[in-house]
């Protein structure tokens, strides 16, 4: 489900960005690709757009457009949260109580949901619509609104209607909506939940690289035998040859490894495990019994961060993690007087410090609506903003909302039909790209590939645009010819397989991969 919440997401993206090229930049674009570009368009809800949209009001002005998108984006979330709405009342009316609804923690996940997707999908547009509100042309001396020269410059007229819905519109569109989405995911404590799922498996990593640094071979053979290595090592208590030995290393763990422990431990559990092990010695079995006790008992893979005791952060802390001791001029750390929670944070520290270095990884971390209370919560509230990708990675969405952002809005007021206009396009389209390139944001792989395949696609797109205006300006009606024949169709191609090229690539590469292996 999570895969395909994050290939919806991908395609919507790629052809919301796709569908401003005929607005953003003039260029003079074939027939085929504007209308590519006007269907793409529904992926933003950008339904006034359609040319049988436009046949219907022929004249109607961009003031009249720009209300529309103004006003609509409040009524369709008014409209969504319509059904809580009820439900609290249905709950203050026969429970006491706004929320005592028996459906009011279920209605109220759903509507945060989707009115979060109906303003992700509406976003791209309402952005574009109020920052054409506000880019001015001069024609003959007269500043004119750019997208509609009938209008006066709004920015000379701060009086205006137009000038006062377009800045409203950036005000809470533009501006408020990530930042709103951004405090709903603070106050569902998706940043929190992301640090202490990384914190945590970061920690057993650390705990298994620890117990791999100090077990000795004849510690660890003992630890096997007796269960102590065993994924779960309560299995072993059930069984009767080994109930002796098991309650001798309860009490083992109840004394602390006194003299009372060792004492059972070499008079009673040897005796127990006999000569299997290899050890032949009193001395030696109590030697390695004593690591064992002090080394593996100490942990059981199931830490959790902030129930670490004394002696575990101790451990941890002082731990040489890279083997290589201590270097000329080098001195141990001073831990000596420290609390639990100041030990705490020096472990955290080193934890991150030792994922930066690539000698501990938190492996692949994914959001799981079975994962804890709170995680579910957040999942269900907002669960298309951060289930596609990666825990650490919970803020892409935003990050992707900016880019589309900066590629239409910000883009189209730049520059104005000029070169550099395209440029810009292709170096914020560039610049997401490596960044995404860097992160590999979403969890499956072959999602972050059909993301970035969809980016560079963009990409050619703009640049074809580019390079269109150059050959149109070139062009000889004399002889009739334009460079940009051929290169046009592919462009149209790649534009209209996005969404199944690069899974059948990835199809093809597996079938030679399996031939490969026979």
Avoid at 115 to 141: E, N
Avoid at 178 to 195: F, K, Y
Avoid at 206 to 234: C, F, I, M, N
Wanted: aromatic share 10%; with cysteine.
């Amino acid at each position: 489900v999570q895969g395909v919440v994050g290939f919806i997401k991908i395609s919507l993206s790629f052809y919301q960005v796709l569908s401003s090229l005929s607005v953003t930049y003039t260029v003079a674009w074939r027939p085929e690709m504007l209308a590519l570009f006007e269907v793409s368009g529904l992926c933003r809800l950008d339904v006034l757009a359609l040319t049988a949209v436009a046949c219907i009001s022929p004249g109607q002005h961009f003031r009249d457009t720009l209300r529309a998108y103004v006003i609509a984006p409040a009524a369709g979330t008014a409209l969504i949260a319509l059904p809580y709405v009820c439900v609290c009342l249905l709950g203050r009316a026969f429970h006491g109580a706004w929320g005592a609804h028996p459906r009011a923690a279920r209605a109220r996940a759903s509507c945060t949901y989707w009115a979060t997707y109906w303003l992700f999908l509406v976003y791209p547009s309402v952005c574009m619509k109020c920052v054409q509100g506000l880019t001015c042309v001069d024609i003959a001396g007269d500043a004119r609104l750019f997208i509609d020269v009938s209008e006066a410059c709004p920015l000379t007229e701060a009086s205006s209607e137009v000038y006062a819905m377009a800045v409203a519109g950036v005000v809470v569109y533009v501006i408020g909506v990530p930042l709103a989405l951004l405090t709903a995911l603070v106050l569902l404590r998706v940043p929190n939940l992301a640090r202490h799922k990384t914190d945590r498996a970061l920690l057993r990593e650390a705990v298994k690289t620890y117990k791999q640094h100090t077990l000795s071979l004849p510690s660890e053979r003992v630890a096997r035998y007796l269960g102590l290595a065993h994924p779960d090592a309560q299995m072993h208590r059930s069984d009767s040859g080994m109930a002796r030995v098991w309650g001798l290393q309860d009490a083992v763990r109840a004394q602390d490894g006194g003299p009372l422990g060792a004492n059972m431990v070499a008079d009673d559990v040897r005796v127990a495990i006999g000569e299997d092990i290899g050890i032949v010695s009193d001395s030696e079995f109590d030697r390695v019994m004593e690591h064992l006790r002090s080394k593996h008992s100490m942990f059981t893979d199931h830490e959790e961060l902030e129930f670490l005791t004394y002696p575990q952060l101790l451990a941890l802390c002082v731990h040489d993690w890279t083997g290589k001791g201590l270097g000329e001029g080098e001195r141990a750390i001073d831990l000596s007087g420290k609390t639990v929670e100041e030990l705490r944070g020096v472990l955290t520290l080193q934890l991150r410090t030792l994922q930066k270095d690539g000698r501990i990884s938190a492996g692949l971390l994914v959001w799981d609506e079975e994962g804890g209370s709170l995680e579910a919560a957040a999942v269900q509230h907002v669960g298309h903003l951060i289930s596609p990708y990666k825990v650490q990675y919970w803020y892409y969405d935003l990050v992707g909302m900016v880019y589309k952002l900066f590629a239409t809005a910000v883009v189209f007021a730049t520059w104005r039909g000029q070169h550099e206009q395209f440029a810009a396009g292709i170096f914020v389209s560039v610049l997401f790209l490596v960044f995404s390139a860097v992160l590999q944001p979403f969890f499956v792989q072959l999602l972050n590939n059909i993301h970035m395949y969809s980016i560079a696609v963009y990409t050619i797109v703009v640049f074809h645009g580019l390079m269109k205006s150059v050959w149109d300006a070139e062009w000889d009606p004399v002889e009739g010819v334009t460079r940009s024949v051929g290169y046009e169709e592919a462009v149209l191609v790649l534009c209209s397989t996005m969404l199944i090229a690069p899974l059948a690539l990835e199809g093809v590469l597996h079938v030679f991969h399996r031939i490969s292996f026979f």
